[in-house]
């Protein structure tokens, strides 16, 4: 009888201590795995670097020789240097091949050159478009940068900005971005995401919008573990595996005959 009663606990402690060891170890992987990228700071054009032949050598065979586009390549005109700059600062651009899926990268180039081709490409192009986001977070409003994000954006990102599941795609997480390239993203909308003018959002509003989302990279859990932060389906899993295992086992040794 009191062999059973043994086995009994140990069935019931090995979830309890399994789920007690993984879900702190997941949970540090995950921190561990959240690059931290810092913002690209304003430069001043380099007089030295010639873009030109990086444009001829890694762009035109999409974009053509005068931006204007081909088969395997969108026409670049009114593109603006948001647009550009975006493109270029994720690694999206420029591809490995004309098939390649465009999806965040590593930079190619070094600050100095990306900035001399944003110009470059823009001039080519014919100007237009949107221009570089100037950003003040100093005195952004994170309160209101919430409300904001889980009006326009927790739809596609989750409320935790980590990126979901859409039809046939995804929206990717945000916390790789830098303050730049999530305002730049707002106001020209990569992709399928929408754009967003200063009629939609407004500069104030952007700024808080930014601030919000680079505090989601690393926000206040005052409620403990955040669990991945994948909401109440994984907080119900640990409730019932951990909490109910462990009220079983208090049951059990209190209901335990002496």
């Known amino acids: 009888m009191k062999a059973s009663r043994l086995l ?3 069935l019931l402690a090995v979830p309890l201590a399994v789920a007690c060891a993984v879900v702190p170890a997941a949970a540090a992987t995950r921190s561990r795995s959240t690059p931290r990228v810092a ?3 304003a430069q001043g054009v380099d ?3 010639d873009p030109k032949p990086v444009f001829l050598a890694d762009c035109a065979i999409c974009h ?3 931006a204007r586009g081909t088969n395997n390549g969108p026409d670049l005109r009114g593109l603006g240097r948001a647009s550009i700059d975006y493109e ?3 690694g999206r651009m420029p591809l490995s091949s004309p098939t ?3 999806e965040r990268r590593p930079p190619k180039y070094p600050p100095a050159l990306q900035e001399a081709l944003v110009t470059y490409v823009y001039d080519l192009a014919g100007g237009g478009g949107v221009d570089i986001p100037e950003l003040q977070l100093e005195h952004a409003d994170l309160a209101a940068g919430g409300e904001l994000f889980r009006l326009n954006c927790a739809a596609c990102h989750a409320w935790s900005s980590r990126g ?4 046939e795609r995804e929206a990717p997480s945000t916390h790789p971005a830098t303050p730049l390239q999530i305002a730049e993203a707002i106001r020209v909308g990569p992709g399928t995401m929408p754009a967003f003018g200063t009629a939609a959002i407004t500069d104030k509003q952007l700024n808080d919008i930014v601030a919000y989302v680079r505090y989601l990279r690393h926000p206040r859990d005052r409620g403990g ?3 991945w932060y994948l909401g109440p389906l994984v907080e119900g899993g640990v409730a019932w595996i951990i909490g109910l295992g462990l009220l079983l086992v208090v049951i059990r040794l209190i209901g335990t005959p002496r």
Not at 164 to 167: C, F, I, R, S, V
């Open 64 to 66: 053509g020789s005068d």
């Open 8 to 10: 009994t606990l140990v």
């Open 47 to 49: 007089d030295s670097v």
């Open 164 to 167: 979901g599941a859409l039809l």
């Open 100 to 102: 390649a899926k465009t």
């Open 88 to 90: 270029l600062s994720t």
């Open 39 to 41: 913002s690209r700071p």
């Open 225 to 227: 573990n955040p669990l």
